[in-house]
């Protein structure tokens, strides 16, 4: 019910809002035209005519004399039936008014004097056109969004069937946190490298073709993310990824690179030593840079400076994101990540985020045989510190 109330309002909100900034365009013309009539009293035909040219108007002109006599100064596509009724001649001095012929039209009018009266009609027929075919389109979107969030209901009540209703509700509620949280990452670089070829900010072949690039990445990540999620409501546990070897110094440039470009506020300090390789998956990988990376937007003020860095620590690769925000509560750095609900209730309310992102990120690098824990940062924020076993040649 909910979901339909919003679509309706957003939709019908959009589809008033162009049929009446139309119908505002067409009266600024009319009344554009009777003005220049009136102040050309002693040829007020000719200043109409003039002005219609002008704005090179689809406008239908005509003269009415006392008799009810009426003479067609200028035709135009609109099929004009005539004068209508004198009361709304007489209304359509003051403002447009609209005449529902068999082709309806807003009519205008400048009284000369003995009853004689310059008419101006446009047609309307377009905008009425218009306005049905969005108002037919938001029907047609409404009840495929009822058909969707039927199809998720009828999931979501046969899970709770299932189970006990209480455990069942408290899942959902952390299945649509966790979609939430995931799909909002790859989201944010694609929207980010899209407003800045829009406003063509990236100029040189090399960075518009690594933009492309990327882009093409998060959405082809966007479209794993959803199968995982949906994986996850079903079986409880999110799918498996191919581990391969690969060089993780390069993976974290890349991400830290695309953090930089878009958050040019931000001082960020990178700090990766070169051919750092582990065994990992590269998906899993990702998700969990770009999980930290969405915490600090989130979370930290948008100019606070972040220091991200890669060394080599022994037999493992060490891995650490600070930032210089808040950071979290004393208590939440000695606790056990994968059991936590939210580190911070109110924190978690004001940005939008479900709390579950650490667990999440917690569980990808369990897959790949690390650990991760939390701490405080020199920077005085967050610090998220990640150590991988090296690969051996």
């Keep these: 019910m909910l979901v339909t109330v919003v679509t309706v309002g957003i939709g019908s909100y959009s589809a008033f809002h162009t049929r009446g900034s139309e119908l505002s365009e067409i009266n600024a013309s009319l009344d554009f035209v009777t ?7 002693e040829q007020s035909m000719g200043a109409a005519l003039f002005a219609i040219e002008q704005l090179t108007l689809n406008a239908t002109l005509t003269f009415l004399s006392a008799e009810g006599e009426e003479t067609i100064v200028r035709e135009s596509s609109l099929a004009y039936a005539g ?3 004198a009361k709304i001649i007489e209304d359509a001095t003051i403002r447009p008014v609209r005449v529902s012929a068999q082709e309806p039209y807003q009519l205008r009018t400048v009284k000369l004097g003995d009853d004689e009266f310059i008419l101006v009609a446009r047609g309307i027929s377009a905008i009425d056109e218009h306005f049905e075919t969005n108002i037919r389109a938001l029907a047609g979107f409404t009840f495929l969004v009822d058909a969707a969030a039927a199809v998720l209901l009828f999931f979501f009540f046969r899970r709770v069937n299932r189970r006990d209703e209480v455990a069942s509700l408290a899942r959902m509620q952390e299945f649509l946190g966790d979609a939430s949280h995931e799909l909002r990452t790859p989201l944010t670089v694609v929207k980010g490298y899209v407003e800045m070829l829009s406003k063509k900010q990236l100029v040189s072949n090399e960075d518009q073709n690594r933009a492309f690039t990327r882009v093409g990445t998060e959405i082809n990540r966007m479209e794993n993310l959803i199968q995982d999620l949906l994986l996850l409501a079903e079986l409880g546990e999110s799918g498996t990824r191919d581990i391969e070897k690969l060089d993780l110094s390069e993976v974290l440039s890349a991400h830290g690179t695309d953090f930089t470009t878009l958050n040019p506020q931000r001082k960020v300090l990178l700090k990766i030593e070169t051919e750092l390789e582990v065994f990992a998956s590269r998906d899993y990988l990702s998700r969990f840079i770009q999980n930290a990376f969405a915490n600090i937007m989130r979370h930290t003020d948008s100019q606070s400076a972040v220091t991200i860095t890669c060394t080599k620590s022994g037999k493992n690769a060490l891995m650490m994101i600070e930032d210089a925000g808040e950071g979290l509560p004393d208590q939440a750095y000695g606790e056990n990540i994968r ?19 650490m667990s999440i990120m917690s569980a990808v690098i369990e897959k790949l045989n690390g650990s991760f824990s939390l701490r405080k940062s020199a920077l005085g924020g967050l610090a998220v510190v990640v150590t991988l076993p090296l690969a051996k040649d």
Excluded: M, V, Y
């Excluded at 003005?35 to 009293?41: I, L």
């Design 83 to 85: 004068a209508p009724a």
């Design 35 to 41: 003005q220049a009539a009136r102040d050309n009293p």
């Design 339 to 357: 059991s936590l609900n939210r580190f911070d209730k109110s924190r978690s309310r004001e940005n939008g985020g479900s709390g579950l992102g």
